[in-house]
């Protein structure tokens, strides 16, 4: 989804920053995430007695035991991480408070002087703007497009200008006076001069805003207001000034809602002071005392005379239901007009999903950022269910729950690599109620979803992801599903060409054994991507005893062979006369043959048979000759992303698997030192420290596995050992604690010299779920050069 070209993205990424380093005072994009506590005495309404995180400032140079550490493992959560980068390094994290799935995502929408270039806003959030549009109440997490924004909510000094447009209300700010923890947020407004604070529940939202003396207090409500690239088709304004309340709905259209028909969002607001002045406006012209308005560019003002030093609370309820079903979620989840203890309940769902696992060793900065990488993994999908327990569903029409929690916002092409492993090992029931969840959409909407979203599907990106995603969760013992109906619909797609939502190109795949090129553009990684789906389903129909459909996919997850080319050593895309597409330049980046990489990304991307890879080599030699250049050159470059790497790119989804090859060979050190590598210097505690967009979690939850030892082969019941970071670690799993200890670990000693699973020695790099589900032991012994640790699979 970044569909964007590489020179604009750079010229624009540099110019930006320095218009903003320049507009911020800031002397580079790395600032320290945390507020100085010395700037805080500006900030009135400030207590430093709620600011738990204080003293967690981003430190690179600290001790293992340092005894300023936080006490426990939720305040190492560093929201600002991701939330900067420049070019291809932009991860699209965003600081402000969620809880764990949550359906509202509040966070400050920001700007360099109103120019938002879309793809450094996908989250509405961009470290390096010095500017602050507003805080809006949605978005999504690490997302290669921009999505939601819904309901922007902005305090102003005095009436804002006319005609009433953003410039008329957004504000400068300091990253030095701005903080972010599990679950809430705060920042000092220059202008106007206020202190705002954000917390959340999972369908509404708090606001405290504390106005300087000088202030005139006013406020205003926007909902009309969306990402760069989305607009508010018809929105509504309703106050009702006995009741401090507005109210209303907006239709909103973003890049990703608008493929579906946009999302209806119904919201109610509610302040804790009365009105001392309100209006509407309409296309920027205010009209005092007007309670209602309709359009495309309307708002809310309203003035509070407020005593100095009291704070204005703001309580916001949202739904895709109904208005009256965003006041009962408001009811439910906010009753009291308790901020802090708001504040406190978010971060107690945050303690309870970071303390599922403890860590033994490791740097203050590791910590930082495996936690907030568990944080990240914890941000999508969306639990779509209300207070009524009732989601509205695929076919616009609102549905029962039952006992189960219904979701949606699923990037699967993304987070099948990395984060639905992590969820079927940490969270089995939530990972059943996830599969549901796609059913469901299935049932309602006639299609297994590849990317939904909100209330429809997007038919973003390629492949068919959910067969990978369904095939795990049966294989790893989760069938509290309907997986019946699930294997029916991913057969169907897999077989059947020209259905609606199924895979396109089907027709060469099924008789060329492949996606030609002259019929379908990237047709290469089309069949790269149902050979690895197909695989899949040929472990799921084994293991539901379907031998035939077994066989039948397990010859189709072969036709990746059909792009071979000995000459060149790549998967080249092929014509359906058989020639190879020409002309081929493997190195670039931007083809218009390949999707989001290149010959060198795409290659490689052979996880569920590298065996079968290995053997188009023709020797193991060959085969690590070619992915040890593709590794050595990119240790070569530059650790931050600002443009893809041109042969081994961590930032992007086909090639989180490559380091893991290795195993498959007689070089298993080398998986050990190129996982190590990009542990080292690929995650980063900074707004710039992701590789690339995170993608619903991917790459955080690449690092959580990855920093614990083992790591997952996606659609299957396998994993196999890397390098762990820790001394050790133990997972609370809902069968048992499994205990990770690492002995004689350090960054030197990066070589796995034996590995043992509940007490037995690893012949080989791989063991099953079913050897850690109920927990268990998995004992390492690091060494600085590589051990004698034998075997390949």
Excluded at 73 to 92: E, N, W
Excluded at 120 to 140: A, C, E, L
Excluded at 211 to 220: C, G
Aim: hydrophobic letters at 35%; proline letters at 6%; charged letters at 20%.
């Amino acid at each position: 989804m970044r569909a964007f070209p590489w020179w604009i993205i750079l010229i624009l990424s540099l110019g930006l920053v320095a218009l903003s380093a320049c507009a911020n005072g800031d002397d580079d994009d790395n600032d320290d995430a945390a507020a100085d506590d010395d700037n805080d005495d500006q900030s009135p309404g400030d207590d430093d007695d709620n600011d738990d995180n204080d003293d967690n400032d981003n430190d690179d140079n600290d001790d293992n035991n340092d005894d300023s550490s936080p006490v426990e493992p939720v305040d190492y959560i560093d929201p600002f991480i991701g939330s900067g980068g420049l070019g291809y390094g932009y991860a699209s994290a965003y600081p402000g408070p969620k809880v764990p799935f949550g359906m509202l995502s509040l966070c400050p929408d920001t700007t360099l002087d109103g120019i938002n270039y879309g793809f450094n806003h996908f989250s509405g959030y961009y470290y390096p703007d010095p500017q602050i549009r507003g805080f809006s109440h949605t978005r999504m997490h690490g997302t290669g497009a921009p999505d939601g924004a819904s309901l922007l909510i902005m305090p102003t000094d005095g009436m804002p200008g006319t005609p009433i447009k953003e410039r008329s209300y957004r504000s400068k700010y300091l990253h030095t006076n701005e903080r972010a923890e599990a679950g809430y947020y705060r920042v000092w407004l220059d202008d106007p001069q206020v202190l705002a604070e954000l917390t959340t529940a999972d369908l509404a939202a708090m606001h405290r805003y504390t106005y300087a003396p000088s202030d005139d207090p006013y406020l205003v409500v926007v909902p009309t207001h969306s990402i760069e690239e989305g607009w508010v088709q018809n929105a509504t304004v309703a106050i009702d000034p006995a009741n401090r309340t507005v109210s209303g709905m907006m239709d909103l259209h973003g890049p990703m809602s608008g493929r579906h028909g946009g999302v209806l969002v119904y919201y109610v607001v509610r302040f804790s002071e009365p009105f001392a002045a309100y209006g509407t406006w309409k296309d920027g012209d205010p009209t005092a005392n007007q309670t209602a308005e309709t359009g495309t560019d309307i708002g809310a003002y309203f003035r509070f005379a407020l005593d100095r030093g009291s704070p204005l609370l703001v309580k916001t309820g949202l739904s895709y239901q109904s208005e009256e079903q965003a006041a009962a979620n408001l009811d439910d989840r906010i009753p009291e007009w308790d901020f802090d203890g708001l504040r406190a309940a978010a971060k107690d769902q945050w303690r309870e999903v970071v303390s599922q696992i403890d860590l033994v060793g490791g740097t203050e900065r590791q910590k930082r950022i495996f936690y907030t990488a568990l944080y990240h993994a914890f941000l999508m999908p969306t639990d779509w269910t209300e207070a009524n327990n009732r989601y509205f569903g695929f076919d616009q029409t609102t549905h029962d729950a039952g006992d189960r929690r219904y979701y949606t916002d699923f990037s699967l092409w993304d987070t099948f690599r990395t984060e639905h492993p992590l969820l079927n090992l940490l969270r089995p029931a939530e990972s059943a109620d996830l599969m549901q969840s796609l059913v469901d959409m299935y049932d309602q909407g006639g299609a297994i979803p590849k990317w939904p979203q909100a209330d429809g599907e997007t038919g973003s990106m390629i492949g068919t992801s959910a067969d990978i995603v369904f095939a795990e969760a049966y294989l790893k013992g989760i069938r509290d599903w309907d997986y019946e109906t699930a294997y029916e619909g991913c057969y169907t797609h897999a077989t059947v060409p020209g259905i609606s939502g199924g895979r396109s190109g089907l027709d060469d795949y099924l008789t060329l054994g492949y996606v030609a090129e002259d019929h379908s553009s990237k047709g290469t990684c089309d069949t790269l991507e149902y050979s690895y789906d197909d695989a899949a389903l040929s472990w799921w129909a084994d293991a539901m005893g379907l031998t035939d459909d077994a066989e039948m996919f397990l010859e189709h997850s072969h036709n990746y062979r059909n792009h071979w080319d000995a000459e060149t050593e790549f998967l080249r895309p092929r014509n359906s006369d058989g020639s190879f597409y020409e002309p081929f330049y493997p190195g670039y980046v931007f083809s218009e043959q390949y999707v989001e990489g290149n010959a060198w990304h795409w290659s490689f991307y052979v996880p569920h048979d590298a065996a079968g890879l290995i053997d188009l080599f023709g020797t193991e030699a060959a085969f690590l000759d070619k992915l040890g250049y593709a590794f050595e050159q990119a240790v070569q470059g530059p650790d931050n992303a600002i443009l893809p790497d041109i042969y081994f790119w961590h930032g992007n989804e086909m090639s989180l698997f490559h380091a893991y090859l290795f195993n498959y060979t007689s070089r298993l050190d080398l998986t050990q030192k190129y996982v190590r590598w990009i542990l080292e210097t690929k995650h980063r505690d900074e707004p710039a420290g992701l590789n690339g967009n995170d993608d619903c979690g991917t790459l955080s939850s690449w690092y959580l596995f990855s920093s614990l030892g083992f790591f997952p082969l996606a659609g299957s019941d396998v994993y196999t050992i890397g390098s762990p970071l820790f001394d050790g670690a133990t997972l609370h799993l809902a069968g048992g604690d499994l205990v990770v200890s690492v002995e004689n670990n350090s960054p030197e000693n990066v070589y796995v010299q034996s590995v043992k699973l509940n007490g037995v020695a690893l012949a080989e790099p791989f063991f099953t779920h079913d050897q850690i589900v109920d927990g268990g032991t998995l004992e390492f012994v690091m060494g600085a050069q590589p051990g004698a640790w034998p075997a390949k699979r």
